[in-house]
């Protein structure tokens, strides 16, 4: 008697999204990146489908960050002071797939960059390097309202992912997404519930479904981590199962979140007995990353290159041949 | 010196503060740096708060008039209102003389209350009052021989006139001792009143023959109101219904919060127990005076309440309600005498208590359970009862399970700018017409609007929301055209009621926060349901009928309490508002000795399931918090009504 192997069969499938516009698509982008699709758990490519890579986008800041733990500003010290710069590096040495521009120095705390100066920093990125850009915005509501919008217009047609809509503050973003042809990152703090609440209300405005990335507020390796991944994989399962507002492709904040542990950041003389930080920050978010993979998220944000190669090499060794 | 005036007294050698509350004209001392509430709660001045003397509600706002007070401003009050002297009462303290005038929105005022009458079916079987008033014709000891005693002819008699319903009788002292005089100064003829003692007959007064009647009364003691319904014993009768707010609002506005204060203030369970007793006798007064009666002839009383109510009115001690495992310290309360409990009736007569299920079920709802008749249907009834607790019970006759959860007030009003608990010119109905703009509304007693209570609440909901004027999170869309829409004061609001329309200074809103509060509590109710039904792997689509009793108004639109996800939805025939169940199961127990032991039987036979021990109960109630609900396919018709997809 021959084996079966048991087949679980899944009536849907995780949306397809594509970010950039190439020329042809009335963009300047150069590449363009297409995720989702699948119609299976993660990896299980006995079941179904995952025909698209998951991508690794990383993330470049406005400014210069404050503190920086000594790894990091090894790797990114010398170009931190330009976004372009930085960008140009990410691509061009590391190879990422797409620009996260966060823009912190729009915060009123930090910098309190004027809309403007906000849509010249996209405009500088989009012409250093050629891969599609996620627009992130600083997190404070009032200010990412007013603007979110011009860096939408400033970057109109280039089919960029734009962040964040949340329950409290969507409609300007929403708006500015749809206005200028862009995708849109729906977020909510950990909670299924809540991720599937804004993507109604996007929706209800008029946002096709499958313009939506969904992002929830990622916790790290030891902070939460399990929790995040719990709620990524009860996600795709709802994806699978047909619910169509929770069908949108994830995203994951894995190198700010790895980060910010204690663990990753702490220099050598204080934490002697946890091993070098040199080592010890790269394998924070390459972990993070890799439990994150497994849970299905779609689009990496990532900080370290190394932590970026290592990323790479769990994906070539999980995804099929055939893909 | 004194800055304020010396009014009542002269002796200015050790001077007791005195505060004059207008318009009342009450005058009483005060200790220096007591609160004003403090010192008007003394004098019986009734001034509103909300948040038990917290500072955070804002609610008791008087004007003083003379003197100064002490205690830093709140920021609750606007610079004007601080500027004409306006504090609030629970945070400002004397320290000298004052007159303090109570302005009408902060006096708390009695609440006028829909009796219920005839909102159930009746299935009142009224067999053995919990007591009666009876006229006796004892034999004269010269009819008879053999020396018997008169304790022996009254036993006789009362065997004679009510021996087919009682196994037994027995005689209080001072009946006794008031028992051969009277007998012989009205040749034999004798009213007694006489409890029911589970089947046992007790005479507790004697009086001189009348045609006069005895009274019972149903009491509500509800965590926010208390409602108070005369009956006439003999006949059934409903004769006049009181309702006022519950005085221990002032310690707090929940069950729990009551709990805290009786734990941590010395003497808290006492005023607590005294602030129920005097909402309780006030409201009885009240009625007695209105139905021309001394309070001596009303004879009975049962009481229900939830099972913290239910400790506070005895003075027992709530603590372990609260702690972990969460029991009562009691659940089954003896009958008990009208004396003993502090209800000021006739002294001798018998208060019998519904029995409570668990912590956070009690007698109201196992009265409710009585009066909706759940517990003898063959039909799968969901009962929900929301106040500010909501308690559910699903089952049928066979079988009964109940949980509660935390509501809040939202539903009766409280907490909300314009929401009012269901008097008159409580906006009880409303709608609204994009097209026109118009609101169409119908308030309590044809009043002039003053707030919206439960049911006019959800209807305001409802119809935001079908005009798509707020969003599916209860958001105001601030792009709606209609003027209506507006942000005062930082607050998105929607215009319910034009204030220079019905002459009111202000306009009657709808705001985003007290959308925010209705949509949390219609969440919990929701989940809670969802929680007991889930784990009886009870489909909604089996429910027969739900049947929704409180304090929403004299109606609550079916249609409109789906659409906004506070009920689950079937199809709209099965469900029903039923009212205060609670009053109307009191009553049943008033008036019948079966209903007694029903309750007993009832409380008994309900399964208590407890929602803070159910792991999903959080991330449900989340999902509650939209509108009608995150899961659409949960609500296919209204979804369909609204146009959406699901």
Redesign the interface.
Known sequence: MSFEMPIEKWASAVNTVTIGATSEEGGTRASTVTVGGDTTLPFLDFEGKSPNRPAIAMEVLDMPPDEWPSPLAEALGGVCQDPGAWARKCVEEVGADMICLRLVGAHPERGDRSPEECAETVKAVLGAVGVPLIIWGCGDASKDNEIIPRCSEAAAGENCLLGTAV??NYKTITAACMADGHKLITEAPL????Q??VN??VT?MGLDPSRIVMYQSTGGLGYGMEYAYSIMERTRLAALGGDKMLSMPMLAQVGSESWRAKEARAPDEAAPEWGPVAERGVIWEATTASCFLHGGTHIFVMWHPRAVELLRKTIDSLVSQEN | MSSGPDLCHADSAVKTPIVVFLPDGVCVEAEPGQTILDAARAAGVAIDSACGGQGSCGRCKVLVALGKPGGAPSGLLSPEEIERGMVLACQATVEDDLVVEVPLESQRSELKILTDEGRLEGEAARDVPLAERLSLRLAAPEQEGGGTGDDERLLRALQEARGEDFADFSIDLPALRSLPRLAREHEWRVDALVGDWDGKGVVYDLSPPSAREGYGLAIDMGTTTVVVHLINLATGGFVEACASLNDQVAFGSDVISRIIHAQEHEDGLQQLRAAILETINRCVAQATVRAGLDPTEVIAATCVGNTVMTHLLLGIDPAAIRREPYVPAVRSLPQLRASEVGIEIHPAAPICLAPCVSSYVGGDITAGVLASGIGDSPRLTLFLDLGTNGEMVVGQEDWLMCCSCSAGPAFEGSGLEYGMYATVGAIEKLSYDPDTDHVEYLTIGEARPRGMCGSGLVDALAALLRAGAIDRSGRINLGFPSPRVRVRKDRPEFVIVWGEEVGRPDDISLGEDDIQNLIRSKAAVYAGAAALLESLGIGTRNIERILVAGAFGNYLDAENAVTIGLLPEVPLDRIRFVGNTAVAGARLCLQGREARRRTEELARRMTNFELSLHPGYMELYVSGLFLPHTDLELFPATAERLGWRT
């Open positions: 329950q409290d909670d299924i519930n809540i599937k609440q109604i209300l209800d």
